[in-house]
């Protein structure tokens, strides 16, 4: 398996091939917001742990949360720093 990012409470995984998803990876990652996960063996005792410890799980799923908020409307904002020098 290829390395990965396991974000609970998301619809999806983040591997090496996400090119372009590298930023927001690592900005999850920083915010300990998402569990990264090198191999198997990793993915199965991220989840296992996540699902014995719910408090985890949920302090996870609220970081997670929170910085998906923090990052909507990411293209309009760097829009409005642009167009001012779109001719």
């Known amino acids: 398996l290829e390395e990965s990012i396991i974000i609970f409470n998301a619809r999806y995984s983040i591997s090496p091939e996400s090119f372009n998803f590298r930023e927001i990876a690592r900005g999850v990652l920083n915010r300990d917001a998402a569990?990264?996960?090198r191999n198997k063996e990793d993915i199965v005792n991220s989840i296992l742990t996540l699902y014995e410890r719910p408090a985890d799980r949920d302090a996870l799923a609220k970081k997670g949360t929170?910085?998906?908020?923090?990052?909507?409307?990411?293209?309009?904002?760097?829009?409005?720093?642009?167009e001012p020098h779109i001719i």
Do not use: H, P, T
């Open 66 to 82: 929170e910085f998906i908020r923090q990052n909507q409307g990411a293209i309009d904002r760097i829009y409005k720093l642009l």
């Open 35 to 37: 569990i990264q996960c």
